[in-house]
């Protein structure tokens, strides 16, 4: 135990709390800016197993905010590289990668066999999905995301509220760092705020961080955080994976033709046709690369009187 000693002095840690990091399994969903201060911070910390998935592999663009990686890693799956970090770091750390994508059909299983699902993702169709499937089983989920030199770090379900039950709706513009760019210290910053939330929840810290939510803005120096204990949960349209989709459903694609590789049987629409496009039987899956568009064509479907509706974010 010599080797964390300086965290079993913490108060309310102890020789008990690093038993229960040592015993605890962290399903770590994405490698990048977030993922890259997580990682080495519960590995360090000494967290018994982790299990990390991402598809992505290095680029160069990534290598400013992505610390774990460096120039030789570039076209090296994120995971694997960072699940190999992460052993270097702690070889008593039990670290694992998978190379693929996460999705509300691959995700009940690895959330099933951990005890905090932290959602590095920066995706709100992937937050979203987490989300339902975590309150579905009571496992508390801690998500992050940055923009720009702004974001939010929170813990949600287990005996909170679900990250639906507080942003219900998603926004109007989706923004990624790719279209607004971010600086990496925001990003370190906000990734530590969500490690030390993992921790605190593992060991069992009060107060809790499930219910709560950090706020950091550093264009203007802002620190906040409120808490969400109270908040009703709400209804809204789930996201589900190509694999989920039956013979009876309809599926709408609402990108241009030509645009991605569609999914077989779709109907191609541009998102202003769903006014007046006839309602079929059955459900509706609308589909896009990021849910978004999907998103605001099922309001305009649901407000037309359709009642099974489901989003599909291909990623492409």
Request: net charge neutral.
């Amino acid at each position: 135990m010599s080797r964390y000693v300086r965290q079993i002095q913490v108060p309310g840690v102890g020789a008990d709390g690093q038993r229960r990091i040592t015993a605890a399994h962290v399903l770590i969903v994405g490698a990048g800016g977030l993922g890259c201060t997580v990682i080495p911070a519960l590995a360090a910390a000494g967290v018994g197993r982790l299990t990390i998935i991402d598809p992505d592999c290095v680029e160069l663009t990534n290598l400013h905010r992505q610390t774990l990686y460096t120039e030789a890693d570039i076209g090296e799956p994120k995971a694997a590289v960072a699940t190999a970090r992460a052993r270097a770091l702690n070889p008593a750390c039990q670290a694992e990668a998978l190379v693929a994508r996460i999705d509300p059909a691959n995700a009940p299983g690895l959330i099933a066999s951990a005890d905090v699902i932290l959602d590095a993702a920066d995706s709100f169709a992937v937050t979203y999905t987490l989300s339902d499937l975590c309150l579905a089983v009571a496992k508390p989920l801690i998500s992050a995301s940055v923009i720009g030199r702004a974001g939010y770090a929170g813990g949600f379900c287990g005996v909170a509220p679900s990250y639906r039950a507080v942003f219900p709706d998603l926004p109007a513009q989706a923004a990624s760092c790719a279209s607004a760019g971010v600086l990496g210290p925001a990003v370190a910053a906000l990734g530590a705020v969500q490690a030390q939330m993992a921790l605190s929840v593992l060991i069992g810290l009060k107060p809790s961080p499930l219910g709560r939510m950090v706020t950091l803005d550093m264009a203007s120096w802002r620190f906040g955080g409120f808490g969400f204990a109270g908040v009703t949960e709400a209804s809204g349209f789930g996201f589900v994976a190509a694999a989920q989709i039956a013979a009876t459903d309809t599926v709408v694609d609402l990108r241009p033709a030509g645009t991605v590789e569609t999914l077989p049987g779709a109907q191609i629409l541009a998102p202003g046709a769903l006014a007046d496009w006839p309602l079929p039987e059955g459900r509706v899956v609308l589909c896009c690369s990021t849910g978004l568009r999907a998103w605001c064509g099922a309001q305009v479907l649901a407000a037309r009187g359709a009642t099974t509706l489901a989003l599909l974010a291909d990623g492409q």
